[in-house]
């Protein structure tokens, strides 16, 4: 709860732009000269990239700010309300994909719209998320999501979704008898 | 390394497009390589003329006459790794469709290289179509990619807007020069040029420093003087600053002792605090030609 609230506070109050906020040394600042009181509590000994900002995907700050830039929503009501719909490590997968499908803020605010409403017939959530991510990307390299519609993009994503079910539920149907013989 | 799609796409003669110009206040100018003078508060006009034969693409794309089809502008920026739509148009089935892309793009989401990709999309296939043809929206039949660098190296001077009716300087100011005391520190930090929002002849110049107007061109070669004067100022009462010191890089008492060094090289920090102190118009006089005050580009 701590980090979505900041994840908020500092998209709406630190003044950056997408180009600045890509600064790796400004979060570095932000970190170790401006807060970092607050970063040692909020990880009491750090690995550096936590602090550094050497990967804005794992530090403290930057990749709060990056969270919230990417799933805010264009909208005056309630524009953060899709930031709590991935846990940390489930964010994490699509921001570590940034220069494939992580970059398009339309698909990661669709995915993050209808992700609660996917059955995933008891498939492990991170599982099925890895493997849409990974249909997604695949898909990106011959299909532009940004020139769809918000209903198309939609049905793509519930595309990926439906397939990457279908598969863990089928792999899951032959691992279980080897596990049963074993 | 060539990108291999699965399913049929039409030769690249199916489209023609004209170079990218960007629009400016005095007309349209080829788009360069490099845009040195973008910053984030820059918003792109950008233009270029294309005509499609809508008709054989859709034929050599095994697509029948009812498909929907795009042409539409992709952005995408490195230093954000962030993409998106800069502009779309339906293409309909007939030949030499001719049409104007036309779009704005602000700065914000911008930064390092930014690739334009033009590119014709399926929205919707129809019955009739090839099985060989594309069936998954946003499938991209034809692309272009036009790559430039948007910004120079060179650091940003810190510049914020404001309106002064909530801060505590004049309310019809054009803008204020905050300049901190401790020379040690990052100049970054303690320099900032605040506009004032409430004055239009000003913001709008600022706006448009990209692609100024003649009387924008005015406005700016002022708040230049200005910015030099105040700078000035600051590194001629500041008793500490010394020019035998060695200020570390980037802090504030380097870049003041370098804003005094560039405007007037032959000078010495006693010898300019001497004359300001008993020529102030002379003083005045000499930073307005060092600034270039009001001199044609």
């Known amino acids: 709860m701590f ?26 600042f932000i970190a170790l000269v401006l807060l970092p009181d607050v970063s040692y509590w909020r990880y009491p000994r ?18 709060l700010w990056w969270r919230a830039h990417l799933l805010a929503l264009p909208q005056r009501f309630e524009p ?6 991935f846990g940390e490590a489930a964010f994490d997968q699509i921001f570590a994909r940034r220069r494939s499908i992580g970059g398009s803020r339309v698909l990661i605010r669709t995915l993050a719209d209808i992700w609660p409403s996917i059955d995933r017939s008891g498939a492990p959530e991170r599982d099925v998320l890895v493997d849409v991510l990974k249909r997604l990307s695949r898909w990106g390299a011959v299909v532009d999501f940004e020139a769809l519609d918000q209903n198309e993009l939609r049905r793509q994503v519930q595309d990926a979704a439906d397939e990457a079910v279908a598969v863990l539920r089928a792999q899951s149907q032959i691992a279980g008898p080897r596990h049963a013989d074993a | 390394m060539s990108r291999v799609f699965p399913f049929l796409r039409p030769p690249s003669d199916v489209v023609s497009v004209g170079p990218w110009s960007r629009l400016t206040p005095d007309g349209a100018e080829p788009l360069t390589d490099t845009l040195p003078d973008w910053d984030y508060s820059t918003t792109l006009a950008l233009h270029r003329a294309g005509s499609v034969d809508g008709l054989r693409l859709r034929r050599l794309s095994g697509l029948p006459i009812g498909a929907t089809l795009d042409v539409s502008v992709q952005w995408f920026a490195s230093n954000s790794a962030l993409r998106g739509r800069a502009w779309r148009i339906g293409l309909p089935a007939e030949d030499g469709f001719e049409t104007n892309i ?20 399926l929205r919707a296939s129809a019955p009739g179509a090839s099985p ?4 998954r929206p946003g499938s991209v039949l034809w692309s272009d990619r036009h790559r430039l660098k948007l910004e120079a190296d060179n650091t940003l001077f ?7 009716h909530d801060l505590p300087y004049p309310t019809g100011a054009a803008w204020y020069l905050h300049i901190d005391e401790d020379l040690e520190s990052a100049a970054l930090g303690s320099i900032l040029l605040l506009l004032n929002e ?14 100024p107007t003649e009387a924008d061109r005015r406005v700016l070669s002022a708040l230049r003087t200005d910015v030099m004067r105040v700078l000035l100022d600051k590194a001629l009462t500041l008793d500490d600053l010394n020019d035998h010191v060695e200020y570390p890089i980037g802090s504030l008492g380097a870049v003041l002792l370098n804003v005094a060094r560039i405007a007037f090289p ?4 006693e010898a300019l605090r001497r004359e300001r102190q008993t020529a102030p118009a002379l003083f005045s006089s000499r930073v307005q030609d060092a600034s270039q005050l009001l001199v044609e580009p």
């Open chain 2, 158 to 164: 810190p510049i914020a807007t404001a309106d002064f």
């Open chain 1, 80 to 85: 953060y309300r899709l930031l709590d719909t």
């Open chain 2, 132 to 135: 060989a043809a594309a069936t």
């Open chain 1, 46 to 63: 750090p690995p550096g990239d936590r602090v550094l900002g050497t990967d804005i995907t794992r530090h403290v700050w930057g990749r």
């Open chain 2, 266 to 269: 032959a000078f010495s920090l």
């Open chain 1, 3 to 28: 980090d979505l609230e900041i994840a908020q506070l500092l998209h709406q109050r630190c003044g950056l732009v997408a180009g600045e906020a890509a600064v790796r040394s400004i979060w570095a």
């Open chain 2, 102 to 121: 036309d779009f704005r793009l602000p700065g914000d989401d911008l930064g390092g290289h930014l690739e334009l990709i033009t590119s014709v999309i």
């Open chain 2, 198 to 211: 409430r004055h239009a002849v000003v913001m709008r110049a600022v706006e448009a420093a990209s692609a």
